[in-house]
Every structure is written in C-alpha cells, then in structure tokens.
C-alpha cells in the first residue's frame, strides 16, 4: 500500500472513531432525558449543559444555526460523514442542528410513557409531513401492481387533497375512505393485499371525529401493514397513539405544538421495526432514521432551523397551555349546548357526544394523574357547532354571528393562543366540493371554533354578544 493510502485509512478510521463518541454522548443524553417527566422534556430536551458550555459559549437556549452547510476538517471527515459514517449534518436540506433539537424532543414526547423508541423528522408543514409519511410505503413493486391504502373520511380538507388528487389522480394510488370509523368490518372489508397502510385522524378537523386506534392497529397489523395517525388536533399532551399501536404519528406542529403562531411545521415520528409489505428491511427497522436519510434527502421537504427553535420553544409550555385551552373549551361547549339558537355541538367533552366513551378512553392530560393520583379527561380546544337555519344549506344567521365577532378572529387557523373562527365549508373543505364535503360530513353553517388562552369568560361574552345580534 502506498503511504497517502495508509494515511487516508487511518484518517478515515479517525473519523470514524469521533462519529462513535458523538454517537455515544447523542446516547447518554437521551438515556438522561428519557426518565423524565414531560414537562422536563419539553423544556430541556436533549439540550444539555455540556453541549452549552463545549459548543454554543455556554448559552442556555438551543441556537439557531442559520447555516446552509457544515465545514469539515478535512477530506477524511467529509468522506466519512457523506458516507453517513458518523452522525453530522452537512446541509440543512438534509439536517441540521437546530432541527436535531426539535426532532429528538419530539420523539421523546412522542412515545412518553409507552417504553417504544422512536425517530423524528421535522418538515417544512404538516401537509409535507404527511407525504413524507406515506409514500415510502407507495413506492413501485411489480408482484402488487395496484398500491392502495385505507383512510378515514374525516380528514383535514389538505389532507383530502392531498390523498384524492395528489396520490389518487395524480398517480392512480386508489385512496378508499371509511365513511364509518367505528366500523370494523367496514375498515377490514376495504384492506386486500395490495393495501399499504391505514390512515387516520384522530381527533379529526373539524369534525372531531375518533376512531379506536388500538383496534385499527391491530387489524393494520393482522395484515403486516403499519397505521399512520395524524394526531394534530390533539397534540402529545393529550394522545400519544404510538402507545396505543400506531406506528407513525403526524402532526401539523403548525397548531398547538407552535401556538404563538409564528411558523409552519410538520413532525413525523415512527416507532422501530414497523410492519410493511414494501421496502428494505432497514427502512422497516427504522423507519423515522431511514426516511431522514434516502427520501427527505432527496424530495427536500426541510424546514427552517429558525422555525424549528420557534417551534422547540413554543412546546415548552405544551401541557400547560393545552390544559387551559381544554377546560376553557369544556366551559364553552356547555354553554353553546344551552344556548337557544345553538341546534347542535360537537365536543368530545359533552356527555351527549357520540365518542364520549372512546373520548374518555384516548384522550387524557399526560402526567395528571401524578398532579391529582386520577388521570384527568380533557378533549381539546376545537369544537364545531350549528345556528339554527330555515335553511342551513343558504346560512343567514350564521353568517350574521360570524360577521359580529369582535374580539375572534376570523381566519383559518387552529389551536392558536388566539382564539379564531372559522367556517369549514368555506375554508378549510371549499376545494372538496359537495361530494368530498359531504364525505368528511361538512354542512355549509358548521362554525369551527378553536379556543385559544384569553380569559374564557371573555371568548364566551364575544360569542355571547354574537349570538343575541341574530
Ligand atoms: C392544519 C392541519 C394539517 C396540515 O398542516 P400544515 O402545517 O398547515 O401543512 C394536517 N392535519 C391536520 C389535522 C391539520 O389541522
């Protein structure tokens, strides 16, 4: 061997050496920070002294590395890490280590409490979340020509695009809807064996729609199939459903996650070893690590390092702030059910709910039973109604209320520390038309109210005022 090759190979192995101990000391931080509460997580995350003091000037909060691309020492290093010899980010469409603090305390507090270990990635928005999430397991395969997959109806109206004309027009992937979530056999009578995965929401936008998810992964599994959930309107402080079986979590971390509304997200994290009828066994095995590595390397849908801390600092206070938008909404859902123009409530908190038992099942504060010693129900911070219409397909008075709003805004938007009306069939399911509407069960005066943290008696007396100019 010449001695440049000599020199070359020990440089390589010198590399590689410093990849293992950054990968041991990644290792001692999450076997730290694991054991915690989730409050502890959410706060501290993987971000840790050592790191503060040996990288970032001893700085308390995460930085924000504004920088397209990492340096190297030289070309051993770079060889090394190109070659995902050791852990290091490179360029910040591929990683970056702003991102790597968001997505380790998202995985963290994805699977708090279930003893499964998961990987994250965090995208650009909740919509590329999901597409990140669900075309590896689209991809071509000639021994199961027709890919399909199995959904609920009740979707986020991006999301029916998304899956109708993006996946089903676009590329003749076939999407069958479940009209009926609590329909087992409905779900089991759609899967065949070209069926790639299950889908569902839970609870969905708008219609606050449940399904059982640990009966659905099962049946996913019954199968050899995984089930992806987009838990968004619910966040990790209230559902965690990779404890309950799912194998992917989605969230549009755009909502509650980064309520100060200061930027778009999306987090998709996965547990290890999903099932799959397609795919290499390393993306089976690790499904959130591998997704990082091939596809979003190469489809790009990265998000920003300055979104990424936004959102890391903004679910600090997660399990806080969605306590209070919950009882807040509790507090507003009873009133609106008494209310004499209101014809009828969607709320997973009222007793005359349909869910209200599946509700109760799913849906619960994580860590409140080590607040009170009995784990406390909440049911979110979105709610649909109805006024009372001669016509509800041509809404007068609906349209009256929501013009009268004063201190509510008007707007599209969700699980905001502002509270915000919005009417779905004008807005979030316009593009559907009738028959997609009528799919995800959207009638044209439901108004959607998503509660934010102003004092509940303020939110009540502005839809209180709304309601009596009718
Ligand atoms: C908003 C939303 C999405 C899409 O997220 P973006 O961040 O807006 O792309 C997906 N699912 C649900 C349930 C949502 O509410």
Not at 160 to 172: A, P
Not at 307 to 319: F, K, Q, Y
Not at 420 to 447: C, D, F, M, W
Request: charged share 20%.
């Amino acid at each position: 061997m010449l001695s440049t090759e000599i020199d070359h190979e020990q440089g390589t192995q010198k590399w590689i050496q410093e990849g293992k101990r950054i990968a041991s000391d990644r290792q001692r931080r999450i076997d730290r920070t694991k054991n915690w509460r989730f409050d502890t997580i959410a706060t501290h995350g993987l971000y840790d002294l050592q790191q503060a003091l040996n990288l970032n000037n001893g700085s308390i909060m995460e930085p924000i590395y504004m920088s397209p691309a990492q340096a190297f020492h030289n070309f051993d290093e770079m060889e090394v890490a190109l070659a995902y010899q050791m852990p290091s980010w490179t360029y910040s469409r591929i990683a970056n280590p702003s991102t790597f603090f968001l997505e380790e305390t998202v995985a963290l507090l994805e699977s708090y409490g279930s003893g499964h270990k998961a990987s994250c990635v965090a995208c650009g928005s909740g919509m590329a979340a999901i597409r990140t999430a669900i075309e590896p397991f689209l991809v071509k395969d000639d021994s199961l020509p027709q890919p399909n997959f199995v959904s609920t109806s009740r979707v986020y109206g991006g999301t029916f695009q998304q899956f109708s004309i993006r996946q089903m027009e676009d590329k003749g992937i076939e999407v069958r809807w479940i009209t009926d979530n609590m329909d087992l056999d409905e779900w089991a009578k759609n899967i065949n064996n070209e069926t790639r995965f299950l889908y569902g929401e839970m609870p969905s936008n708008p219609a606050v729609a449940l399904f059982d998810i640990e009966k659905i992964s099962e049946l996913a599994h019954s199968f050899g199939i995984p089930l992806i959930v987009d838990a968004t309107c619910a966040s990790p402080a209230l559902l965690r459903p990779l404890e309950f079986g799912a194998d992917v979590v989605v969230q549009s971390a755009s909502k509650v996650m980064a309520a100060n509304g200061w930027a778009i997200v999306g987090t998709m994290t996965a547990k290890m070893d999903l099932p799959s009828i397609v795919g290499p066994e390393e993306m089976k095995a690790d499904f959130g690590t591998w997704v990082k590595l091939l596809p979003y390397r190469d489809n790009g849908p990265a998000l920003s390092p300055f979104n990424a801390i936004l959102t890391l600092n903004d679910m600090r206070s997660l399990r806080s702030r969605v306590a209070q938008m919950s009882r807040s909404a509790q507090n507003i859902a009873e009133f609106l059910e008494t209310h004499p123009k209101v014809t009828s409530i969607n709320y997973p908190g009222l007793k005359s709910h349909t869910q209200s038992e599946i509700a109760n099942k799913y849906l619960t504060l994580v860590d409140s039973e080590n607040d009170t010693g009995q784990a406390e129900n909440l049911f979110g911070y979105m709610m649909t109604f109805e006024i009372e219409e001669k016509d509800p397909f041509t809404p007068v008075n609906t349209r009256q209320f929501y013009d009268k709003l004063n201190l509510i805004w008007r707007a599209t938007d969700l699980g905001r520390v502002k509270t915000v009306a919005t009417i779905p069939a004008i807005s979030t399911h316009q593009q559907q038309g009738e028959t997609g509407r009528k799919l995800a069960a959207i009638q044209p005066n439901y108004v959607r109210l998503s509660i934010g943290i102003e004092h509940v008696d303020d939110i009540i007396s502005d839809i209180n005022q709304a309601l009596d100019s009718i």
